[in-house]
C-alpha cells in the first residue's frame, strides 16, 4: 500500500509552502463539507475525503480506486497527543492527515484477505511500512530543516502544524500496522529504535504511543482469569502466524465472521489466548454453524482443549443469527444426516497452511 496523498503534503500539490492559503473562505466551505459527515464505514470516509479533495482530481482517483466496499472502519490501535487545528486552513489539513491515514489502514487490513500465503503477508506488509516509514523520515528532515523543533502553537504558522501532524500521524499508522500484522512479521521495531535508527533523531524526542486497540487476550483484563470465574483456554499449540493465514482465509473465502461485529484478529487472540472469561468478547459467525463445526473438526488436532464443551463454556460464540452457540448446536451440525459442508473442499485447502 502507498501513501500517495499524505506523501503530496511533502511532495505534491498539497505542499503547504506551495498552497494558496489567503483564501480562507475556500478551505471554510471544504471543512465544512467535512465536518457534514462522521465516517463509520469505508464508503463514508470516501465521500469525506472525496469533498476534502474537490480541487484535486488526481488525489481523489487514488483514494476512489484503493477504497473497496462499506465495511465497518477499524480504528487505528495507537494514538499520541497532536495539536489542535487554529483555523479553517490547518482544520483542512488535520482533515484530510487523520482522514487519509484512516482510510490507508482500513484498505491495507482488507488487502490483507487475499493474501494467501505467509511470504505474501511479510512482504506486502513489509512493503506498506516501509513506505509509511520512508515518509516519515523525510518529514522529520524538513521539520528539522525548517528549524520546527518545537510542537506547534497558536502562533506557529500552517507549515509547521501540517508537518508536525502528518510525522506523528505516520507514527501512529506505522505501529497500528505493525501491532495488527506482529504475529506474520520475522520481526519487529520499538518506537524507540524507530526515532534513534530510522528517523535518527535522539532519543529525548521520542513522543510516546498510547495502545487504544482491543485488550490484548493473554494480558490481564476483562478477558483474563480472575478467582471468582472459571476461566477457559483453548490451548493452540502451533505456529500463531499460520494460525493467522487461515482465519484471514476463512474469513474472505466462507465469511467465516460477521466482520460488522467480529474482527479476525479478535478471533485469533480469543483462540490464543492464555485464559478468557467467559463472555468476554463476542465473536459472531458470518457463515453457517455447519461450516463453524467443519472449522472447529480441523482446528482441534492443533489444540489441547477446542472442544464443543469448552465452546459453549466460554460463551463468546454466536451464530449469523446471534444466538449463543451451546455444544449441542455444534454436535447436531456435525452429524446432521451426515451431509458435507458445501464449503468443504475449499476449506480443507485453506487448512493446508496449518500443515
Known amino acids: 500500500?502507498?501513501?500517495?496523498?499524505?506523501?503530496?503534503?511533502?511532495?505534491?500539490?498539497?505542499?503547504?509552502?506551495?498552497?494558496?492559503?489567503?483564501?480562507?473562505?475556500?478551505?471554510?466551505?471544504?471543512?465544512?463539507?467535512?465536518?457534514?459527515?462522521?465516517?463509520?464505514?469505508?464508503?463514508?470516509?470516501?465521500?469525506?475525503?472525496?469533498?476534502?479533495?474537490?480541487?484535486?482530481?488526481?488525489?481523489?482517483?487514488?483514494?476512489?480506486?484503493e477504497t473497496i466496499g462499506n465495511a465497518s472502519l477499524q480504528p487505528l490501535l495507537y494514538k499520541t497527543d497532536l495539536p489542535k487545528y487554529k483555523d479553517a486552513v490547518t482544520h483542512f489539513y488535520y482533515f484530510i492527515i487523520t482522514g487519509e491515514t484512516l482510510r490507508v489502514f482500513n484498505a491495507v487490513l482488507q488487502q490483507a484477505a487475499n493474501w494467501t500465503e505467509l511470504v505474501d503477508i511479510r512482504y506486502q506488509v513489509g512493503k506498506s511500512l516501509t513506505n509509511v516509514r520512508v515518509l516519515a523520515k523525510q518529514v522529520t528532515t524538513e521539520l528539522n530543516e525548517q528549524g520546527f523543533t518545537t510542537v506547534p502553537d497558536a502562533q506557529s504558522n500552517v507549515v509547521h502544524f501540517a508537518l508536525y501532524y502528518l510525522k506523528h500521524s505516520l507514527i501512529q499508522l506505522y505501529f497500528s500496522i505493525q501491532e495488527q500484522f506482529k504475529a506474520s512479521l520475522s520481526q519487529t521495531t520499538t518506537l524507540e529504535d524507530f526515532y534513534v535508527?530510522?528517523?535518527?533523531?535522539?532519543?529525548?524526542?521520542?513522543?510516546?504511543?498510547?495502545?487504544?486497540?482491543?485488550?490484548?487476550?493473554?494480558?490481564?483484563?476483562?478477558?483474563?482469569?480472575?478467582?471468582?470465574?472459571?476461566?477457559?483456554?483453548?490451548?493452540?499449540?502451533?505456529?500463531?502466524?499460520?494460525?493467522?493465514?487461515?482465519?484471514?482465509?476463512?474469513?474472505?473465502?466462507?465469511?467465516l465472521l460477521n466482520d460488522d461485529v467480529t474482527s479476525a484478529d479478535e478471533l485469533i487472540k480469543a483462540l490464543t489466548a492464555k485464559s478468557i472469561l467467559p463472555g468476554a468478547v463476542k465473536i459472531q459467525l458470518g457463515c453457517e454453524t455447519k461450516h463453524f463445526r467443519y472449522c472447529i473438526d480441523k482446528f482441534t488436532p492443533y489444540f489441547n482443549s477446542l472442544s464443543l464443551s469448552n465452546i459453549e463454556k466460554s460463551k463468546i460464540f454466536y451464530s449469523k443469527k446471534d444466538t449463543l452457540i451451546t455444544a449441542n448446536n455444534l454436535s447436531a451440525s456435525g452429524s446432521k444426516n451426515k451431509i458435507e459442508p458445501k464449503e468443504k473442499a475449499n476449506i480443507d485447502k485453506i487448512f493446508k497452511y496449518l500443515q
Not at 496523498?5 to 506551495?18: A, F, T, Y
Not at 530510522?198 to 482491543?214: A, C, I, R
Not at 470465574?229 to 466462507?254: M, P, R, S, Y
Open 1 to 65: 500500500m502507498e501513501v500517495k496523498v499524505l506523501d503530496s503534503i511533502m511532495h505534491g500539490v498539497l505542499k503547504p509552502w506551495k498552497l494558496d492559503t489567503t483564501n480562507t473562505r475556500r478551505f471554510t466551505e471544504l471543512v465544512k463539507a467535512a465536518k457534514a459527515a462522521s465516517p463509520s464505514t469505508n464508503a463514508e470516509l470516501l465521500s469525506q475525503l472525496i469533498a476534502l479533495l474537490v480541487d484535486y482530481p488526481t488525489l481523489q482517483k487514488i483514494v476512489a480506486d
Open 197 to 255: 535508527l530510522d528517523l535518527e533523531e535522539p532519543l529525548s524526542t521520542v513522543q510516546q504511543l498510547e495502545y487504544v486497540g482491543p485488550p490484548a487476550a493473554d494480558e490481564k483484563g476483562s478477558t483474563e482469569y480472575n478467582d471468582n470465574q472459571e476461566a477457559i483456554h483453548f490451548g493452540f499449540k502451533d505456529d500463531i502466524a499460520k494460525l493467522t493465514t487461515v482465519v484471514n482465509q476463512l474469513c474472505h473465502q466462507i465469511e
